[in-house]
């Protein structure tokens, strides 16, 4: 089974209104990674958390990772239709040796 | 530098023909990923090489599928005979390895395959 699991599956919001993607995982995790996936494209990283941060920041981009949950959120800002994608967690194991875990991903659609 | 460069784009084929798709990771970069992405399953790692050794070859299907990677600058996935079941989109990753561990990773634009 996946390590980690995205919530919502699927995401529509208008421009400008703020976007939330959560992700659960299952293991113990040194980072936990968010990406994003244009549609027909390969994925892009987009920002890292380590497993003793709380909080990350990155333009419009807000990440939180709660390790005593087992869980991260992804928080776009004043959304933008370019931002509509697939956005992915992405989980490493302590014992994963340099593998990365995808989960299902949001599909996230901005209507202009 | 051009990042990771996949070839073919796109490949269609008949059911039980060979399918060779390449891979060429970022220069210096020393992890390779195979991933296969589909509707259904989503993201899979088929397998993962770590200084031109594949370290976990659990997400290789079956049989039909293999994957080289003869030097740290190219990489092949063959599968053999090829089905219907085998279409999909797959991704070519690599990351530096310098963290050790959970290292970003960096992704090709993908090979759509498509089986008749």
């Known amino acids: 089974s996946q390590q980690g699991e995205e919530d919502p599956q699927a995401l529509s919001i208008q421009e400008g209104e703020n976007a939330t993607m959560n992700c659960s995982y299952k293991t113990s995790i040194n980072n936990l990674q968010w990406y994003r996936q244009n549609s027909g494209r390969g994925l892009v990283h987009l920002i890292l958390?380590?497993?003793?941060?709380r909080e990350k920041h990155s333009g419009r981009l807000r990440v939180t990772l709660d390790t005593s949950k087992k869980s991260s959120s992804l928080l776009i800002t004043a959304s933008r239709a370019a931002d509509t994608a697939s956005y992915f967690c992405?989980?490493?194991?302590?014992?994963?040796?340099?593998?990365?875990?995808f989960g299902g991903g949001t599909r996230l659609m901005v209507k202009p | 530098d051009a990042g990771v460069i996949q070839s073919p784009r796109h490949e269609v084929t008949e059911m039980g023909q060979e399918v060779t798709l390449r891979c060429k990771p970022i220069s210096g970069h020393n992890s390779l990923f195979w991933y296969r992405q589909t509707m259904m399953r989503g993201l899979e790692l088929l397998i993962y090489f770590n200084n031109n050794v594949p370290i976990d070859d659990s997400g290789m299907p079956e049989d039909r599928f293999s994957a080289k990677m003869p030097n740290a600058s190219f990489s092949t996935l063959k599968i053999q005979p090829s089905e219907p079941r085998d279409s999909a989109v797959y991704f070519c990753?690599?990351?530096?390895?310098?963290?050790?561990?959970?290292?970003?990773?960096?992704f090709g634009p993908g090979t759509r395959l498509t089986v008749l």
């Open positions: 992405a989980t490493d194991g302590r014992n994963a040796g340099n593998m990365l875990t």
């Open positions: 958390i380590r497993s003793n941060e």
């Open positions: 990753a690599s990351s530096s390895g310098l963290a050790g561990r959970g290292d970003t990773q960096y």
